[in-house]
Every structure is written in structure tokens, then in C-alpha cells.
């Protein structure tokens, strides 16, 4: 990428001028003359067109900072300073006009107050839960970008909702106790859906209720298939609420009490290692929704665990605590919905999610970082959630299932093979081929997976047993 240059500051991942169609960006780059690794810089953002100036300090560690700014709508001006040396930048907030959403909701339980699970004297309200929820969907919208951009296709990603819903569930808090996930996430995919068309919008949805007593966690669900992502709130307490805690909270090294708090830190015990942990579970399965399976490293695999890393610059994990007589409690990633044909307008995105990649092309990362892997990422390229597209009614790819034939007249651009557990034992990317109209699955293959998915560059999907 081109970069923008004065003096001595020099921006690597955003250029003058550049549009971006969602909030919050991630503006990296290095200081060539800094004195030391702790000095600090000064940020100045300004839109005039709505009125704003903010100042903040950013540290500057080995030469290198990254910073996070919520842009408003329109221009943006944003200066660097460090010492004489002053950089100014303009960059557009222009959203991207789509009827393709995804909503974030709070799902409250008929007989609750809506407070999620906190340390005493912390604020738990119904108000702060929608600020964390949509703050942390923002950062997830901008890290999408981020990743697809890393991988050569731009900053692609999907539009978020501006505001949180609150929506009262009719299931009392025992009820969902005593639900398993699976049942739990067919239930509250009923209830967004009713009443309402949902073809067109997925839901990122959060259980206030989640509650760990200490040794169980009742209420917990880490699911995403189709047109929900659904997650319980037992680690809300360590995201934080405003951009300025972002950089804070996952830097928090305070030990989780976990004879009353819930630790789904990977084993790292403290706060910043549970909302790394969390929030990158989330990004996960909202990667279900988009027709995403596992794969071996990154996102879709255990990166999530270190979505820190992206924030932070030492590149260093979170210390991991030694194993000790302390309370720990593994939150395991259930994101299989294949059996279930959800209601509504969820069964047209059902997701068939699966544990790894294993015959795929070998990803670009390992397990401490997140990206996107070949499949995954040519995936989002052409997903209707990522793009534009013009009305038109189309068929989508189809399957000839006597000849292991897929055909499509809007070209085919990626082909994965899933076994019936979800593992995706092969996967095909045709990116530079316009029109590739017909594929063969080789014979040979079609015994080790139960299920062919493809899309085409109109961002239809087929799924189809074979």
C-alpha cells in the first residue's frame, strides 16, 4: 500500500483521501525519529462538518503506534504531531448503502432486570450492556475490514445497525437454564423473525441473563448459523463501553475472582485475556453467518483467542497463568447447526459449520494470529452481506449430483467439500477466472465429504448433500 509521508511519521495502512464505509478505523504506522519506546504522539481528529475536534496521546512503542478513531460522517481531518513533525490526513466516512444488515440485540428473559454478571459496584445496567454490545460489533465490523485487507481485497465488510435493540424474550431465566444451545438458539431465532421479514438481515444477539455460581455456568451460548450469532454475556463485564477503554480493557492483567466471576480468558485468568477471548468468539461465529466453516489457523480457528494482538504493540500473547487449584471454566465453541431447518427466512442462510481445514491450501498465519484463511476470505469477497449488488433474480449455482457436476451462469468463485461433521476436507477458489461456469468434483473426493458448498460471484450460495 501506498503510504503518506512527512518528515518522520509515516502512516502504512490508510491513505490520503481514503473512503471508508464503516466507524471505527485502525491507523497504523511508525515514527522514525522517536526518542524512546514509551513517548507519545498527539492525535488531533476534526470533522467539520459536524462540529467535532478531540485530542488524545498515543505511545509509540519500537518506532511503530496504531491508533483507533470513530470517524463522523463525511471529511475528517486528522493530525499527527510528535515533536516539530506534524502529518495531516483526510479520510471520508461515507456508509455503504445496502438493504444486507446485521443487528445487534440484547435478549432479555421475561423475568429479568436485564443486569448482566459484574463485579460489585459496577455499572451492569440494560443501558451499559447496548454500549458494550454495539461497540464491541464496531470493532468486529472494522477487523473484518482489516483482515480482508490484509489478505489483498480491500476493506470489505459488512454494515452494522446503528443501535442495539432490546428485545424481551418470553423464556424465564430457568428456562434457558435448562435449554441446551442448540434448542436455545432455535427459540430466540423464532422470536427475532416473527413478525417481521428477515431475509435480508442477521442478528448478533447477547443473553443478559449468563451466570456462573462459581463452579457452573448456566445460560452460556456460543452459537452462530444462518441469520444468528447468539452469545451469552458472562465475561460483558471486562468489554468496555467507550473507544478510549478499547486499548485499556485489553491491557487489564487483573486477575478474574472466579468464585463469583466467570474466566474465559484461554487460560490467562485475567481480564484483558477474557475480553480478547470473548470478543474474538464473537467475530467467530458472526463468521458462521457468512457461510463460514473452521479452518485450521486464524479467525475460524483458535486465533480468535488473540484478537488483542491486532491492538496491541508488542505482539507479545497475554502471559498465561500456570495451572493452579483455581476455579477455571473452558467455554467450549459449539457452532454446529447443521440438522436444525430453522423457520422463517433463517433456513435461506443456514450455515454448515465445520472443526478444521484440513486439505485446504496452508493458511498464511498461525495460531496466535487472526486472518482469514484462502476459502474464508474469497468467501466474504463475493458474500451478498459484503457488497452491493444490483436487484436481479438469479438461480444460484446448482448441482448434478449423477455427475458430481456444479454449473452456474454467474461463474463460480469458491468450491468447498464439508464432511457431515462440519470439517471441510477441501476447498477451491477460482478469483481470476471471470466465468468458470462448470466444476467436476473429483470422484475421488466426493467419498470423504457429505456436503459441497459453492458460491457464485453474485454471492449466491448452494449447500447440497451428496
Known sequence: MNTKTSNNICLTNVVDNEIFTYPIILLKGCIQ????????????????????????LWT??????????????GNNKIIFKYGEDLLQIDVIFKPRTTKYTVSPVYVICADHDGK???????????????????????????????????????????YMETECQIIKSSLTRQMVFNMNPEKLWQHIARELTANQNSKNRKFLAFLSCTYWDGENLHGHVALGGGGLALFGTGCLYTWPSQLK????????????????????????????????????????????????????????????????????????????????????????????????????????????????????????????????????????????????????????????????????????????????DGFVTHSWEFLRNNNKQTFILPVQLATIGTTIVAEDSNGNILKHSI
Open 33 to 56: 525519529n522517536a526518542n524512546n519506546d514509551k513517548s507519545q504522539f498527539l492525535i488531533k481528529h476534526i470533522s467539520v462538518n459536524n462540529n467535532y475536534c478531540d485530542t488524545s
Open 60 to 73: 509509540i512503542y519500537n518506532n511503530r503506534f496504531k491508533v483507533i478513531i470513530e470517524l463522523k460522517i
Open 116 to 158: 448482566f454478571q459484574a463485579p460489585n459496584n459496577y455499572d451492569n445496567s440494560v443501558e451499559i450492556a447496548c454500549k458494550k454490545i454495539l461497540l464491541g460489533s464496531k470493532l468486529i465490523q472494522m477487523l473484518t475490514a482489516e483482515k480482508m485487507d490484509e489478505k489483498g481485497f480491500g476493506k470489505k465488510t459488512f
Open 245 to 420: 477503554e478499547v486499548l485499556q480493557c485489553f491491557t487489564n492483567m487483573k486477575k478474574v475472582d472466579t468464585n463469583v466471576l466467570l474466566d474465559d480468558s484461554c487460560f490467562r485468568g485475567n481480564f484483558g485475556g477474557c475480553f480478547s477471548t470473548t470478543l474474538g468468539s464473537v467475530w467467530h461465529e458472526i463468521g458462521h453467518t457468512f457461510d463460514l466453516g473452521h479452518t485450521k489457523y486464524g479467525i475460524m480457528g483458535r486465533g480468535f483467542d488473540n484478537v488483542h494482538l491486532t491492538f496491541t504493540l508488542d505482539n507479545i500473547n497475554m502471559a498465561q497463568e500456570s495451572i493452579s487449584n483455581r476455579k477455571r471454566y473452558i467455554v467450549c465453541i459449539e457452532n454446529c447447526i447443521n440438522n436444525y431447518k430453522a423457520k422463517e427466512d433463517l433456513s435461506n442462510n443456514n450455515s454448515v459449520n465445520n472443526k478444521t481445514n484440513l486439505y485446504a491450501k496452508s493458511d498464511e498465519c498461525d495460531t496466535t494470529t487472526n486472518c482469514w484463511s484462502n476459502g474464508c476470505a474469497a468467501i466474504l469477497l463475493f458474500h451478498k452481506w459484503f457488497n452491493s449488488y444490483d436487484e436481479e433474480k438469479s438461480n444460484g449455482p446448482h448441482y448434478v449430483v449423477k455427475r458430481n457436476l456444479l454449473t452456474s451462469t454467474k461463474g463460480l468463485k469458491v468450491v468447498q467439500l464439508r464432511r457431515d
